[in-house]
């Protein structure tokens, strides 16, 4: 692809670039400044509409539509920005923030005035200790300035942003999840409807968006809403923030159109200039976990909103490729896979609860060199019946869960059918019965199965 001008990357590397003084150097608040000064909320609004960006949080809703949610008549307007950040393999929104923490503080005036928020509230994952330092030291500088608070730049609009500290749960992720921790609660995701636009934060009408969301904001604000839509692929506009892990030459976040391929990102010398040490891909998980995997027959693949559910994935994701090299275990990517969702629900729906930890522990068996063939069509007609049905959890987390480990176990059946035959094959193998278990009987963790001796042909008098 030609060589694309980074636009949400282009303070990286600028000195003094987490500086207000820098950052309004190179044109920052200027697209804040307009949008308050000679704008309404409305047309905000629409110009985000026409520009066509959807949200970078995962889901990819478009972003315009979901604030036109918002009632008409409400009195108080609540913005809850998402940077907990925590799919596995997603580093785009704290480098983005590391670098250019002013960017989405401009974001978030947009934002805010677009949908007449009072208060603002930016979710950091708590982890993120020095990256909520960068941008506790922007907001003053942005406070100090004028730029939040009362009467910004001049108008009758105000808006108050105060960072708040999340206390690291995957599920909190959620924008309803989210809410609730904000709100001092267990982070549990709520019911829905009502939804957040109706009753959110505080029981009053919200707006959740993510980190890169509103980084977007600025450039459509300053550059217009064709020139955002005509970046990308048709359904997918805009730049992108591709970021890559695993065995690469050079692993890190990257910004190019919607629409890159996922061989691009992995060999591309702009991107991660291809596999380190020789090795081979062997598959790659291209926007976070919970989309699921492809093979390295399916690097073509694009990364943007449709292009990746052709392949059988849940779709875009975060844009976060995780690059599994060949000489990796196909049986340890899948048990790594099922401990993370198992770990991470939060145990509010039985079928998540039950569900993921039954998961997981049929994984580890397979792992430990005591699988059957059957385990492997057990945890498949999982994903699609068996205590992980689509849709009807409170949140979307078995959903995610059941992407990865249905497409691993699918896409690399032949490798875990030649685990399992070179393990029956021994003399001793260590099992947990000689039966397929129930769950309940199924190993957890800390715990070592049995040893069973399985007959060979000589000790048979075959």
Same mark, same amino acid.
């Given at each position: 692809?030609?060589?694309?001008?980074?636009? !949400?990357?282009?303070?990286?590397?600028?000195?003094?670039?987490?500086? +207000?003084?820098? %950052?309004?150097? #190179? *044109?920052?608040? =200027?697209?804040?400044?307009?949008?308050?000064?000679?704008?309404?909320?409305?047309?905000?609004?629409?110009?985000?509409?026409?520009?066509?960006?959807?949200?970078?949080?995962?889901?990819?809703?478009?972003?315009?539509?979901?604030?036109?949610?918002?009632?008409?008549?409400?009195?108080?307007?609540?913005?809850?920005?998402?940077?907990?950040?925590?799919?596995?393999?997603?580093?785009?929104?704290?480098?983005?923030?590391?670098?250019?923490?002013?960017?989405?503080?401009?974001?978030?005036?947009?934002?805010?005035?677009?949908?007449?928020?009072?208060?603002?509230?930016?979710?950091?994952?708590?982890?993120?200790?020095?990256?909520?330092?960068?941008?506790?030291?922007?907001?003053?500088?942005?406070?100090?300035?004028? !730029?939040?608070?009362?009467?910004?730049?001049?108008?009758?609009?105000? +808006?108050?942003? %105060?960072?708040? #500290? *999340?206390?690291? =749960?995957?599920?909190?992720?959620?924008?309803?999840?989210?809410?609730?921790?904000?709100?001092?609660?267990?982070?549990?995701?709520?019911?829905?409807?009502?939804?957040?636009?109706?009753?959110?934060?505080?029981?009053?009408?919200?707006?959740?968006?993510?980190?890169?969301?509103?980084?977007?904001?600025?450039?459509?604000?300053?550059?217009?809403?064709?020139?955002?839509?005509?970046?990308?692929?048709?359904?997918?506009?805009?730049?992108?923030?591709?970021?890559?892990?695993?065995?690469?030459?050079?692993?890190?976040?990257?910004?190019?159109?919607?629409?890159?391929?996922?061989?691009?990102?992995?060999?591309?010398?702009?991107?991660?200039?291809?596999?380190?040490?020789?090795?081979?891909?062997?598959?790659?998980?291209?926007?976070?976990?919970?989309?699921?995997?492809?093979?390295?027959?399916?690097?073509?693949?694009?990364?943007?909103?449709?292009?990746?559910?052709?392949?059988?994935?849940?779709?875009?994701?975060?844009?976060?490729?995780?690059?599994?090299?060949?000489?990796?275990?196909?049986?340890?990517?899948?048990?790594?896979?099922?401990?993370?969702?198992?770990?991470?629900?939060?145990?509010?729906?039985?079928?998540?609860?039950?569900?993921?930890?039954?998961?997981?522990?049929?994984?580890?068996?397979?792992?430990?060199?005591?699988?059957?063939?059957?385990?492997?069509?057990?945890?498949?007609?999982?994903?699609?019946?068996?205590?992980?049905?689509?849709?009807?959890?409170?949140?979307?987390?078995?959903?995610?869960?059941?992407?990865?480990?249905?497409?691993?176990?699918?896409?690399?059946?032949?490798?875990?059918?030649?685990?399992?035959?070179?393990?029956?094959?021994?003399?001793?193998?260590?099992?947990?019965?000689?039966?397929?278990?129930?769950?309940?009987?199924?190993?957890?963790?800390?715990?070592?199965?049995?040893?069973?001796?399985?007959?060979?042909?000589?000790?048979?008098?075959?």
């Amino acid at each position: 692809m030609a060589r694309f001008e980074p636009v !949400l990357l282009r303070n990286v590397g600028v000195e003094g670039s987490r500086t +207000l003084r820098v %950052y309004e150097s #190179r *044109g920052g608040y =200027a697209a804040a400044r307009k949008a308050l000064t000679t704008m309404s909320p409305e047309e905000v609004t629409e110009i985000t509409k026409k520009s066509g960006l959807r949200g970078r949080g995962g889901a990819g809703f478009p972003t315009g539509m979901k604030w036109s949610f918002l009632p008409k008549d409400r009195t108080i307007t609540y913005l809850c920005v998402n940077f907990d950040e925590s799919e596995p393999g997603t580093f785009n929104n704290r480098y983005l923030v590391d670098h250019d923490p002013h960017q989405l503080l401009e974001g978030i005036l947009i934002a805010g005035y677009a949908t007449r928020a009072t208060t603002a509230y930016i979710y950091i994952r708590v982890e993120f200790h020095e990256t909520f330092h960068i941008l506790q030291r922007a907001l003053d500088e942005a406070y100090a300035a004028g !730029l939040f608070g009362r009467n910004i730049f001049g108008t009758d609009y105000s +808006l108050e942003c %105060y960072i708040h #500290r *999340g206390a690291g =749960a995957y599920v909190c992720g959620e924008e309803t999840g989210l809410i609730e921790s904000l709100e001092g609660k267990r982070g549990w995701p709520r019911i829905k409807p009502p939804f957040p636009a109706i009753e959110g934060a505080f029981r009053k009408p919200t707006v959740v968006n993510n980190v890169e969301t509103l980084a977007c904001l600025v450039h459509i604000i300053e550059r217009g809403p064709e020139w955002f839509s005509s970046i990308g692929t048709p359904g997918s506009a805009g730049p992108k923030l591709y970021q890559v892990s695993g065995p690469v030459n050079r692993p890190g976040c990257f910004e190019a159109p919607l629409g890159l391929t996922c061989r691009e990102l992995i060999f591309g010398d702009d991107f991660a200039r291809g596999m380190a040490g020789g090795r081979k891909v062997k598959g790659v998980i291209p926007g976070g976990l919970s989309v699921g995997i492809l093979t390295a027959d399916e690097l073509d693949c694009k990364l943007d909103f449709d292009d990746p559910k052709k392949y059988g994935l849940l779709g875009l994701g975060t844009a976060a490729a995780i690059v599994i090299g060949d000489d990796a275990d196909i049986r340890h990517v899948l048990l790594n896979t099922c401990r993370f969702y198992a770990m991470e629900s939060c145990g509010q729906c039985t079928q998540c609860r039950e569900g993921t930890g039954w998961m997981y522990r049929i994984a580890r068996r397979i792992a430990e060199g005591a699988g059957r063939s059957a385990d492997l069509d057990l945890l498949v007609e999982q994903t699609f019946s068996m205590g992980m049905m689509p849709g009807l959890s409170i949140c979307g987390l078995p959903d995610g869960a059941v992407y990865p480990i249905r497409t691993i176990i699918q896409k690399y059946r032949a490798e875990f059918e030649r685990h399992i035959a070179q393990q029956a094959s021994s003399r001793t193998v260590e099992v947990i019965k000689e039966r397929v278990p129930s769950a309940y009987e199924l190993p957890i963790l800390g715990q070592r199965p049995a040893q069973v001796t399985w007959p060979t042909a000589a000790s048979s008098g075959a």
